[in-house]
């Protein structure tokens, strides 16, 4: 179906690189993301959906000191495991890219000589946090104490995970250093800051008029303004990072020990978002293409993070924006999702209560956590990843609803009429008319929204309105009395199939790629601009079932639960033993 052109840019969370993504992650940005982009693809879309690896964080710092290794060669590591692991979900970016590019440190070093400019920028001096044992000021990361909002003894020196805050190191009570526990002492040195206070006013008009349907999302970002917002360093003491353009700043506006400072992540990392589509437009020999999707007024921007991601997508990042370039596109709408919780706790690594992603891979279809991560997105609260959930989700619904409906269709068509079908649409009951066009219509405006949760609901409700139809009609009894009748109900039946495979792609994309090939079609989804999938047709196209047809999806057995609970337990207890 001709439709007009939208243009999408999906801005996706830049992962640490200092070990492979996890499930929490999975479901926070990066599958909400997939969904999204497929859809508009499917619609017929001009989608740019941009990300890559944030190679500057302290967490890498921190795990190269562990290993004896340079954080560049850490780095490296993760970045291609995690292009690796994203792939094997199924998560397709049209350029995933790094923070550590030339490219990249040229686009922030330009927008901070621009803010400089403009006066958005300061010098200023403050206390940090003095390691005299390392002789060297420490970074948050690589500090630890109590937080002065909810009493926490182990929040970090950037962000207090109880409570949520994000901090400055230097509020934290009995700061020690997370390397040699050593007590840190306050001393004075100079940064750069952006002056927030003097973008509130411009933030604060942009996010009143959002109109997000995560109501959380907006209240908790007005409460930031509320509070009223303040600079913030952009600049670090620490010799591994994006660097200064030290000798393009005026003499007079430069700092102390300058040559010893790199930008702030927070700071950088988020413009890998403007920096990575400008890489992705030199790449295909099109300099100009990044320039649709952030200077078109009729493109649109949107972001997906994880819930410790909030205030760096809806302040900080809109605020650097706004401070570029007045004219450049702000988020159409930053799709933020709460915390994933494991068995009621929340994963930690260091405490032994976490999944391997590579673990997961290994021992379970991706298809099968997609599908419960997509039918448990923690939109509006936080979700818990129980394995008795995800198995028994996974034998009830995706295979005893949806791949038993497909599979017993496909089945019973091809062992009674045969494997070629022809469509029309008024062989298609108006019952079936309508729950079809009623289907596409719900899950577009669901996903259009950011409502992935509700969007796959209805798709598996249509699945099971497709097995109560065969039900109702018992076929298997009436092609015995009158089979051209038997035949029209199982035309209707693979006409939902039909649909399910377009509705379900988003969320199940080899799944469906399957399907495609059961039902004779080109094995992948080609997309073409203006030539929208997403509407039921108008002419169905011919059916020819292919001669090896199999059950799309497998039942896990319930066994497992108690194996993966011991497994949990064991991995641990075994952590506090250590301690």
């Known amino acids: 179906m001709q439709e007009k052109i939208k243009k999408i840019y999906i801005g996706v969370a830049w992962p640490y690189v200092n070990d492979i993504f996890h499930i929490g992650n999975l479901i926070g940005a990066y599958l909400p993301a997939d969904i999204f982009s497929r859809f508009h693809k499917l619609k017929g879309n001009k989608v740019l959906m941009i990300s890559g690896s944030d190679f500057h964080g302290t967490p890498i710092t921190i795990k190269a000191e562990e290993q004896g290794k ?9 970045h291609k495991l995690n292009k690796e692991y994203l792939k094997k979900f199924g998560i397709e970016y049209t350029f995933y890219t790094s923070t550590h590019t030339k490219n990249h440190q040229q686009i922030v070093q330009k927008i901070f000589l621009k803010l400089l400019k403009k006066g958005f920028i300061r010098a200023l001096k403050t206390e940090q946090l003095y390691s005299e044992k390392a002789k060297k000021f420490l970074q948050d990361r690589y500090i630890e104490g109590e937080c002065p909002y909810c009493g926490d003894k182990s929040a970090r020196g950037d962000q207090c995970e109880k409570c949520g805050r994000v901090l400055e190191a230097v509020e934290l009570l009995n700061p020690v250093s997370k390397l040699d526990k050593s007590k840190l002492v306050k001393k004075t040195t100079e940064n750069y800051f952006l002056d927030f206070s003097l973008l509130q006013g411009k933030i604060k008009k942009w996010l009143i008029s959002q109109k997000w349907e995560r109501k959380w999302i907006k209240k908790e970002a007005m409460g930031w303004i509320k509070e009223g917002l303040h600079p913030r360093p952009i600049t670090r003491d620490m010799d591994y990072g994006a660097r200064l353009p030290v000798f393009a700043i005026p003499e007079t506006q430069r700092i102390e020990n300058i040559k010893n400072k790199v930008f702030y992540v927070w700071f950088e990392a988020v413009i890998g978002y403007l920096s990575g589509a400008i890489e992705y437009a030199k790449k295909i020999n099109k300099p100009n293409f990044w320039k649709e999707f952030f200077y078109d007024a009729k493109a649109k921007t949107y972001y997906f993070v994880g819930q410790d991601n909030l205030v760096f997508h809806t302040i900080n990042w809109p605020g650097q924006l706004i401070a570029f370039d007045e004219k450049i596109n702000l988020p159409v709408n930053v799709f933020v999702n709460k915390f994933l919780l494991l ?150 039946a693979l006409a939902i199939i039909d649909a399910l495979r377009i509705l379900f792609y988003p969320f199940l994309p080899k799944s469906m790629e399957k399907l495609n090939e059961f039902l004779g079609y080109k094995k992948r989804f080609v997309f073409k601009e203006a030539m929208s ?47």
């Open 70 to 78: 340079k954080p560049e060669e850490i780095a490296q590591k993760f």
């Open 343 to 492: 068995e009621g706790r929340k994963m930690s690594k260091s405490r032994g209560w976490f999944i391997e992603t590579p673990y997961l891979i290994k021992n379970y279809s991706t298809e099968s956590l997609r599908f419960y991560l997509a039918f448990n997105m923690p939109e509006k609260k936080e979700f818990n990843f129980t394995w008795q959930d995800f198995i028994q989700t996974n034998n009830k619904v995706l295979v005893g609803t949806i791949g038993n409906f497909i599979h017993r269709v496909l089945i019973f068509a091809s062992q009674n009429f045969g494997r070629e079908y022809q469509f029309s649409m008024d062989i298609l009951s108006p019952e079936i008319k309508s729950q079809l066009q009623k289907t596409f219509r719900e899950t577009a405006v669901c996903l259009e929204k950011g409502e992935f949760r509700s969007a796959l609901e209805k798709n598996v409700q249509l699945a099971s309105f497709g097995n109560q139809y065969l039900d109702k009609h018992q076929v298997w009894r009436l092609i015995k009395k009158e089979p051209l009748k038997a035949k029209k109900i199982i035309l209707n």
């Open 533 to 579: 999938q997403w509407v039921f047709p108008k002419h169905l196209k011919n059916v020819k079932l292919s001669l090896k047809i199999a059950p799309l999806f497998s039942k896990i057995d319930e066994k497992k639960i108690k194996e993966e609970m011991s497994k949990l337990k064991t991995q641990n207890s075994n952590v506090k033993t250590k301690t």
